[in-house]
């Protein structure tokens, strides 16, 4: 029973937040307006990289720093967090709190922008191959200059994929352990490894701490979308569900990522399709081994499906998500 109170109102939160921003997503208006919670959290990274990543400290002292920024990045969003949820709480009562933080919990979520940057892409491919890289250039790291119709559109999948687990499920997956404060804490790990966390010159020993972090506050979010793929291509037709299993039982494990792996290999094997392979960052040729056994070639038709895909698997998650809402609610009112 304990158990049960404990998680049902984290469990509400992320239901709440999963159906807001699959309807709205995060306001244009709101960004230009105030900012986002990410950019917020940018900042401080930001400053703390600027003040104890200095050239001229010593690796060793560099790293030790990593692990000072890594626990104020964590601890000072995560803090806030806990307190204006216990105002919401405190001041409202629990008809409007709870909705109230699940819709301010969704701007963690990035179901609908992935969606959209994803879908942007599909469709400029069909105008122009100069379109679809301008496109692709908002979502991935790599040079699109350097990227044909094919690459492009394998670059949009592998994002589909990876940002699924990372942007999507891992934030909705730590909302449902610790609501608002479980999100914040997840989405602050997530940024610091996305801008210091990085084999660079200048983040390699700063960035250590935020990088390993990241990996294993990843690793359930990263297995568990794996599942919702292969669960959304056994519900769809075209799909490939033993296909799916197959490949990310042999592939996942391959890949540079210890998580991106297991979305990005069930999404291969659900569409018939490879995925990775060798690719160049910042014109440095980087030899990845490939993940499916389907073709390289994609065209547009194939991110469609991925598309097809992934939205089935989002409505898979939200559909478990309030299964285990009403099961919690139910164990409730018997006792």
């Known amino acids: 029973m304990r158990l049960s109170r404990f ?28 900012g986002h919670p990410v950019i917020w959290i940018g900042r401080l990274i930001s400053g703390l990289d600027r003040r104890l990543n200095t050239p001229e400290r010593t690796p060793a002292r560099r790293r ?14 995560t803090l806030a967090a806990i307190a204006l949820e216990r ?7 629990r008809s409007l709190a709870l909705p109230l933080t699940g819709v301010l919990a969704s701007s963690l979520v990035a179901q609908r922008s992935l969606h959209d940057h994803v879908l942007a892409v599909a469709q400029q491919a069909q105008v122009s191959l100069p379109a679809a890289r301008r496109a692709v250039s908002h979502i991935v790291g790599r040079d699109p200059e350097q990227l044909d119709e094919a690459a492009v559109l394998r670059a949009a999948t592998e994002t589909l994929a990876e940002n699924f687990s990372d942007g999507i499920v891992a934030p909705l997956f730590w909302m449902a352990l610790g609501g608002l404060p479980g999100a914040v804490f997840y989405k602050a790990v997530n940024t610091a490894d996305s801008m210091i966390g990085h084999r660079t ?9 935020a990088a390993r972090l990241d990996d294993l506050v990843n690793l359930p979010a990263s297995r568990l979308s794996a599942l919702w793929i292969i669960l959304a291509a056994l519900s769809l037709p075209g799909m490939d569900a033993r296909g799916s299993l197959r490949v990310l039982r042999r592939d996942a494990r391959t890949h540079r990522s210890p998580n ?9 094997g659900a569409l018939g399709i490879r995925l990775s392979g060798p690719r160049a960052y ?10 499916g056994d389907g073709t390289p070639d994609l065209r547009p038709a194939d991110l ?3 598309l097809a895909l992934y939205r089935r698997a989002c409505l898979i998650q939200t559909l ?16």
């Not at 998680?7 to 807001?20: D, G």
């Not at 030790?64 to 969003?77: E, K, L, Q, T, Y």
């Open 304 to 306: 469609y499906r991925a």
């Open 320 to 335: 478990a998500g309030v299964t285990a809402m009403a099961l919690l609610g139910r164990t409730l009112r018997r006792r």
């Open 260 to 268: 991106a792996g297991w979305p990005e290999a069930a999404m291969a």
């Open 7 to 34: 998680l049902l109102r984290p469990v509400s939160t992320a239901c709440v937040a999963s159906v807001t921003d699959a309807m709205a997503g995060y306001p244009q208006a709101l960004v230009s307006r105030i």
């Open 87 to 93: 105002s919401i709480r405190r001041i409202l009562p």
């Open 282 to 291: 910042n014109g440095v040729r980087v030899a990845e081994p490939w993940v």
């Open 201 to 209: 010159p200048r983040h390699e020993a700063f960035g250590y701490a």
């Open 64 to 77: 030790a720093n990593g692990f000072v920024a890594s626990a104020v990045i964590v601890a000072v969003p």
